[in-house]
Each structure stands twice: as structure tokens, then as C-alpha cells.
């Protein structure tokens, strides 16, 4: 027999609403907070609302390919900072050519990070994996206006008189 762990009911202030009720389910959040701002400019306590984003759905923009190129030089720029700071430290901390730690370790710097960045490149796109760049975002595809049920009645009052769009 499995048993279900004792899950305490952490409280969520302003996210949870007691028994709520929907005003409305609206296909995108401008109108949803339309409605919101509606309630609101005729003085009803919106801090008892919530606008629930639902249907989830994941977009994936494709923002460039990745080339060799584009890999080498931002390996190589952030091997010169990293070389760039070896040779501060080097150089406040130690003794002897100072100028010469400035000048060659971000040098060194620049070729490591060029030479390890196309070793991971190649490792990589070897295998088939995605040369291209993207950003992630989670959307929803439909808004639920939610209010506390006590005040629901009262909210749908209000919004009878809500001009059609």
C-alpha cells in the first residue's frame, strides 16, 4: 500500500483566492486586464481577482545560426578578459615585468579561448547536435479572470456595463 506524504498547505499570500469563481475566460491578457482595470476604475476591490494564464505552450524564436566564426571570437574575447585579469593579478601581486603580464596573458588568454572553443564546437556539431541560437518563453493561450467568491456577484454587475471591445 503507498502512502502519500503529508504535504503541509504552504499559504501563498496574494496568489490564492478563496473559492474563486470565473468572470471570464479572454484569448489574450490585454483584455483580460481590461477587465481588471474596468473593476478597478469603478472602485471594486481588486486585490480579490486574479488573471490566470492557462493552456500553456512553449515558443521557441530561432535567433541565428552558430558558426565557427561566431563560436571562435566569442571564445577568444572571453579568454582575453579572463587572461586580462591573470595578468592584473600578476602583476599587482608579484614582482618583476609587470607590462609583460599585462600584455601576454591576455594574449595566451585569447588563443586558449579560441583553441578550446572550437574544440567544443566541433565536438559537438560532430555528433548532428542544433547549430542555431534561441530564446525559450512560456506563453499561456487563454486568460481566466478569477474573483473570490463573495464578491463575484458584485463584479459581474459591474462588468454588465463594460463596453463591447
Known sequence: MAMTPNVPNIPRPGLDLEFPLSLGVYPNYPEAQKV??????????????????TELKTVERVTG????????????????????FVGLAFSIFGS??????????PIF??????????????AVTRHGARDFSSVSQVVATK???LVEHRFAERARELLSSLPAV
Open 36 to 53: 481588471v482595470d474596468f473593476l478597478s476604475d469603478h472602485e471594486f476591490e481588486v486585490q480579490n481577482v486574479a488573471i490566470v494564464g
Open 65 to 84: 545560426r552558430i558558426t565557427r566564426a561566431k563560436v571562435g571570437l566569442a571564445g577568444a574575447i572571453s579568454g582575453l578578459w579572463m587572461g586580462l
Open 96 to 105: 618583476g615585468n609587470q607590462l609583460g603580464f599585462l600584455i601576454s596573458t
Open 109 to 122: 588568454g585569447a588563443i586558449f579561448g579560441l583553441v578550446w572553443s572550437q574544440i567544443g564546437f566541433t
Open 143 to 145: 486568460y481566466e479572470v
